[in-house]
């Protein structure tokens, strides 16, 4: 058995373990607490019945409370990194540390469900809204250095899905760096090509500008090697939020990604 099927066979047994269906990390955007989010736990399923919580584990991690935004005159608040440039354009300052910090906080979250409550990555979707949104762009698309037990896990995870709400792509040229071979860790079955994406936007964002959507698809599809077919990309008549039509097509996407899906999985497993 090669190591991609007994991975995906492991990944089976412990989906089968769980009381859960899949899991659904949802990252809030700057300024903003969990509880922002949190009526995904009950909102989602209204839409698609099975997102309810007896099947679906809901986690909304906290931004730490004291990052100084460069923007705000240095000013402290909720905040996944430090932003430089006003408003969030293509080209703008990345703080690295920042995200790495927040990719970390992540992982630790992924590494829960996986030990704890038994969900296998490829049954979690990791998503947010703005700075959440570009947090959760790069810990699915990014390097992934996984750390657990002390140890540096370079194996790259293939995750249910990735949502970005108003987001965008951080560290791209790291990105495409890690996905088109110019890097050692990077093999010719990198998973992280295959989760697919829902990336919704406005297209009046005056905060995150609309452009960051058509550049970040762009990269990850035509740089990094995301195929086309694995992204639902949506535009609304709005500015930075979310509106009732954005919600339906997010729930429509959770419920494929996490159901839908299943059955083609169990039946790859059974052929191992």
């Given at each position: 058995m090669?190591?991609?099927a007994n991975?995906?066979a492991?990944?089976a047994?412990?989906?089968s373990s769980?009381k859960?269906?899949?899991?659904?990390?949802f990252?809030?955007?700057?300024?903003?607490t969990?509880?922002?989010w949190?009526?995904l736990?009950n909102?989602?399923q209204?839409?698609?019945?099975?997102?309810?919580s007896?099947?679906?584990?809901?986690?909304?991690?906290?931004?730490?409370?004291?990052?100084?935004?460069?923007?705000?005159?240095?000013?402290t608040?909720p905040?996944?990194?430090?932003?430089?440039?006003w408003?969030?354009?293509?080209g703008?300052?990345?703080?690295?540390p920042?995200?790495?910090?927040?990719?970390?906080q992540?992982q630790?979250?992924?590494?829960?469900?996986i030990n704890?409550?038994?969900?296998?990555?490829?049954?979690?979707v990791?998503?947010?809204?703005?700075?959440g949104?570009?947090v959760a762009l790069l810990a699915?698309?990014?390097?992934?250095?996984?750390?657990?037990?002390g140890?540096?896990?370079?194996?790259?995870?293939k995750?249910?899905g990735?949502?970005?709400?108003?987001?965008?792509?951080?560290?791209?040229k790291e990105?495409?760096?890690?996905?088109?071979?110019?890097t050692?860790?990077?093999?010719?079955?990198?998973?992280?090509?295959?989760i697919?994406?829902f990336?919704?936007?406005?297209?009046y964002?005056?905060?995150?500008?609309?452009?960051?959507?058509?550049?970040?698809?762009?990269?990850?599809t035509?740089e990094f090697?995301?195929?086309?077919?694995?992204?639902?990309?949506?535009?609304?008549p709005?500015?930075h939020?979310?509106?009732?039509?954005?919600?339906?097509h997010?729930?429509?996407?959770l419920?494929?990604?996490?159901?839908?899906?299943?059955?083609?999985?169990?039946n790859?497993?059974?052929e191992l």
């Open positions: 090669s190591t991609t991975a995906a492991k990944a047994a412990s989906s769980s859960y269906n899949g899991a659904l990390i990252l809030h955007g700057l300024g903003d969990p509880s922002g949190s009526h736990q909102s989602l209204v839409i698609k019945p099975r997102l309810n007896n099947s679906i584990k809901y986690v909304f991690p906290p931004a730490p409370i004291d990052q100084s935004i460069t923007i705000n005159g240095g000013a608040m905040g996944w990194f430090d932003l430089y440039d408003p969030i354009g293509v703008s300052k990345d703080d690295r920042g995200l790495m910090r927040s990719i970390k992540i630790t979250e992924v590494n829960k469900l704890v409550d038994n969900i296998p990555a490829n049954k979690i990791i998503g947010g809204f703005s700075q949104g570009a699915c698309y990014g390097k992934n250095d996984n750390e657990e037990d140890k540096m896990q370079m194996q790259p995870r995750f249910a990735c949502v970005g709400l108003s987001a965008w792509l951080t560290l791209p990105v495409i760096e890690s996905g088109n071979g110019s050692k860790e990077v093999n010719n079955d990198d998973v992280r090509k295959s697919p994406l990336w919704g936007h406005g297209t964002d005056d905060k995150v500008l609309f452009e960051q959507q058509q550049f970040g698809i762009e990269a990850l035509n090697g995301l195929s086309y077919d694995k992204i639902t990309s949506t535009q609304y709005m500015g939020e979310s509106c009732s039509q954005e919600m339906n997010l729930a429509e996407f419920d494929t990604v996490l159901f839908d899906n299943e059955e083609e999985n169990k790859k497993s059974s």
